[in-house]
């Protein structure tokens, strides 16, 4: 059974480039969670998706992000218009059910993104 | 809002020390509490977690007890290794209540010496 997936693992951009970061749930999951890691910093919750549907975005900078998951295919988070400050690992976990507290969370290798 | 607070790195500590991570957290309700490792170039795995107040978890010789009077799940092991060599991330979580992401504490990163 194959983990989490996130490509790409390295991502560069320019200022004011779009950047695309992806994530493939575990097999048989359908909720996801993105959180953001800055330096020095530990993980920050941005936003927790199922099939088609944001249910909880309390994390997600207003402007720039968004993020989806689609009936088919993988979770995308996208950044428009990147800035220095975009700079993180972004790492994508995945769950068999909704309840964060009492079902684990299965966390990706993550995408470290480097905006030039 | 909720935080968790860990003990700042880097750790280093010589093989067979015993270990303790202290973690503090600052929440309204009853959270579950989690610690998460994370090796270099990966992802973060859980290594263990605790639902309820006085309960123990335990996982690869690591255990924390999540003590409501002091809001605290510190981790320890007994003996460590060098494989153990890694950041080490205490979060909590609610079930449901639309509170669906962890909160992390910064890492600690640990280092363990031959």
């Known amino acids: 059974n194959a983990g989490v997936m996130q490509n790409p693992r390295h991502l560069v951009r320019r200022r004011g480039q779009e950047a695309r970061l992806r994530c493939s749930p575990m097999?048989?999951?359908?909720?996801v969670y993105w959180y953001r890691q800055l330096p020095e910093e530990g993980l920050k919750f941005m936003v927790y998706?199922?099939?088609?549907?944001?249910?909880?975005e309390s994390g997600m900078p207003k402007e720039r992000f968004s993020a989806e998951f689609p009936k088919e295919g993988p979770s995308i988070l996208r950044i428009q218009q990147v800035v220095r400050g975009d700079s993180a690992a972004y790492f994508c976990?995945?769950?068999?059910?909704?309840?964060?507290?009492?079902?684990?969370?299965?966390f990706g290798p993550g995408t470290r993104l480097t905006v030039l | 809002g909720n935080s968790v607070t860990q003990m700042e790195g880097p750790v280093t500590l010589s093989e067979e020390a015993f270990l303790t991570i202290n973690c503090t957290y600052t929440?309204?309700?009853?959270?579950?509490l989690f610690w998460y490792v994370q090796y270099p170039g990966e992802g973060l795995q859980l290594l263990l977690k605790?639902?309820?107040?006085?309960d123990k978890g335990s996982n690869k010789g690591f255990e924390a007890t999540y003590r409501k009077e002091t809001t605290s799940f510190h981790l320890e092991k007994g003996s460590v290794q060098v494989s153990d060599s890694a950041v080490y991330f205490c979060?909590?979580?609610?079930?449901?209540?639309?509170?669906?992401?962890?909160?992390f504490g910064k890492g600690t990163h640990l280092i363990i010496q031959p």
């Open positions: 929440a309204t309700g009853y959270p579950s």
């Open positions: 605790a639902t309820k107040a006085d």
């Open positions: 998706l199922q099939k088609e549907n944001i249910i909880d």
């Open positions: 976990a995945s769950s068999p059910g909704p309840l964060a507290a009492t079902d684990t969370q299965y």
């Open positions: 097999k048989g999951h359908s909720h």
């Open positions: 979060a909590l979580g609610y079930s449901g209540g639309g509170a669906d992401g962890l909160t």
